[in-house]
């Protein structure tokens, strides 16, 4: 019954009124684990960053991170929380082979922050206020991968572990139940976690790459009936690593609970694993409430205590909130909403915002990070952080087109040849000889036979038509390998022709 086609999402809207809820999982960018002083870093080569701490041998002992903790206060506060006075770790109990103590240490009832909101910026500007039930503070698992099959669990052949990531900080982020959302669910789910992606990385506590697994959202969907108060049972899609994919799975599990309900079936309260290539989320577990984990406080570790001089310490390392920021920028560079809209969703305000602070225009500053640059990553398979291209390298290449001594079509090839490591754009512009061609013995020499071989052109040019002057430019800048000054080229067109622009 849990597996029927899915409703239209108009249709399931109709008759139903979507709940959310959201468990962000934020990992820490620490130098070590949450209880260890193994390195807490991506990539490395498996099975390297784990110590005797994270693999729970007998007669060890963990150590709270410090700095991981206070990362966990600044999240909080962020997020408008109340911060305990005291709180402290519990066991979680469970068995995963990534997580090799058989338990997880984390924190149950008396999480670090609690009671906090936080305002998500819609498409159309419209603000929508989410509640924040707690952050809690507890340590992640290992990585599992399957080989054979799909790569998931079912049907693998075996499975590798990796403990690289066991013990690595994490802060959890649980929502209260979201009601209200109506058809703008999906929206707000990808607003959401956009949101709290850009606050942990303004608050530097992450590198907040989703692709890396930084930022994991599970999302939680149930429905009840138009008119009704109780709230359906939800499932949960687990571990969806990208803001387009979230939006997603709650659309798609809007519309999958619908046609349960709708052919008079039950959900089942579940774990779910979201399914990229066809957009769709399969069945999981099944999802164990509070007591199936069978919490207890961590004996291990003393409870943490919190004073207010260190808790206003801490709120003055807060940065300006990402929604304000942004209002800021939009204000200050004079964007089309549109223009701002897909800089955030390209994820370049950074890139672009230190571009400006370094002497370009934020008009410039957009056209290389969204148009050239953006093409060159697309055509590389990366993103275009990726490239390496620092903003004091656009500042460099747009100066060279504002002295005149190349054009746009050549600064395009100036960036490919600085990616490819062949110097700074000044450098390569004067080892290639690439400067344009701006002197008028050889400009009318390239005009003269342009005109000699186009005479349509000259003739319709002569008619009036001066929109076709294009037509003689184009075999200049032919000529001289694209290397002409266009616009002395027309001039020098208009003067042949004795034709006043």
Known sequence: MNDVAPLGFDEALEKYEPVL????????????????????????????????????????????????????????????????????FARKQYFYPDLPKNWQTSQYDEPIAFD????VELDDGEIFRVEIERAHMEEDAGKLTHAGASGRIQGADYSLVDYNRTGVPLIEI??????GAAGRAPEIARAYVAAVRDLVKALDISDAKMEHGNVRCDANVSLMPRGAETFGTRSETKNVNSMRAVEHAV?????????????????????RHWQETSRTTSSGRPKSDADDYRYF?????????????????????LPEPPAERRRRLRTAWDYADKEFRDVVAADLLDEIEET???????????????????RLANARGAEPVELGVQPATIVELNQLIEDGRIND????????????????????????????????GALTAAVEKAMEENPDVVEKVQGGKLKAIGALIGPVMKETKGQADAGRVREIVLEKLGIED
């Not at 659309?251 to 774990?271: D, P």
């Open 21 to 88: 809820g959201f468990e962000v999982h934020v990992e820490l960018n620490t130098k070590s684990k949450m209880f260890s002083s193994a390195p807490n870093a991506f990539g490395d080569e498996a099975n390297t960053n784990v110590n005797e701490v994270d693999l729970g041998l007998p007669g060890t002992l963990p150590v709270v991170n410090g700095k991981a903790v206070e990362s966990a206060i600044r999240l909080g506060l962020a997020l408008n929380c109340s911060i305990a006075e005291y709180c402290r």
């Open 174 to 179: 649980v929502t209260k139940p979201i009601t």
């Open 251 to 271: 659309n798609y599990e809007i519309r999958r609970h619908a046609a349960v309900l709708e052919a008079g079936g039950s959900i089942v309260q579940e774990t």
């Open 356 to 374: 400006v602070a370094q002497g370009a225009s934020p008009a410039v500053a957009r056209k290389w990070w969204m148009g050239e640059i953006s």
């Open 409 to 440: 079509k050549i600064a395009r090839q100036v960036l490919e040849h600085h990616l490819d490591g062949q110097g700074s754009p000044a450098e390569i512009v004067s080892d290639r000889g690439l400067e344009v061609v701006s002197d008028d």
């Open 297 to 317: 406080p961590e004996p291990d570790l003393v409870p943490m205590v919190t004073t207010p001089e260190w808790i206003d310490q801490l709120k003055g390392t």
């Open 116 to 119: 906090g909101w936080l305002d």
